[in-house]
């Protein structure tokens, strides 16, 4: 990231990623969630919808977003989360074409759009989603952290004192 303001913005979109991630597993069945984790839902599917260009064709749009720019820097942190995903979690939640992972997404990003109220996913599906919402924070946060290496530089300091 090129500057403090934007590692901020990417740090926020993880953490809110990851909390969304910990509520799918916890939310009450056929229940309504609390009016602060249907807000988070919400604006971690609305997200989702300007990450995914693919489910994003299906939904109406309503002119440039807010988010576009933050969207286009978790783009890839999105797709790498989805492609190291294992095929057997996918299988588990059935989901064995791409057609069907188009479905789910779009589905699955309409739920939390709802705030978890509709359509209501199954629960393997909802343990699939919360995977990759917390795969995806995984990506993000060791793309803030440069994947732990420090900076070429540094470690010429470091020898240079030893």
Not at 30 to 53: C, M, T, Y
Not at 104 to 117: A, I, V
Request: charged letters at 25%; proline letters at 6%.
């Amino acid at each position: 990231m090129p500057d403090l303001l934007s590692s901020a913005r990417m740090l926020e979109i993880s953490s809110k990623f990851e909390g969304v991630a910990s509520a799918l597993l916890d939310l009450p069945k056929d229940q309504k969630p609390e009016s602060a984790v249907s807000k988070r839902l919400h604006w971690v599917g609305n997200f989702l919808f300007e990450i995914d260009w693919d489910c994003n064709e299906t939904r109406e749009q309503k002119g440039i977003s807010s988010g576009g720019v933050e969207a286009t820097h978790t783009r890839p942190a999105f797709y790498s989360a989805l492609t190291r995903m294992p095929v057997k979690e996918f299988a588990d939640a059935a989901v064995t074409t791409e057609q069907e992972l188009t479905s789910f997404l779009s589905e699955f990003y309409e739920f939390l759009l709802s705030g978890g109220e509709k359509p209501q996913l199954s629960p393997e599906r909802i343990d699939l989603a919360s995977k990759i919402l917390s795969s995806t924070s995984r990506v993000i946060l060791a793309e803030l952290s440069n994947n732990g290496v420090p900076p070429e530089r540094e470690g010429m300091q470091t020898l240079a004192m030893k």
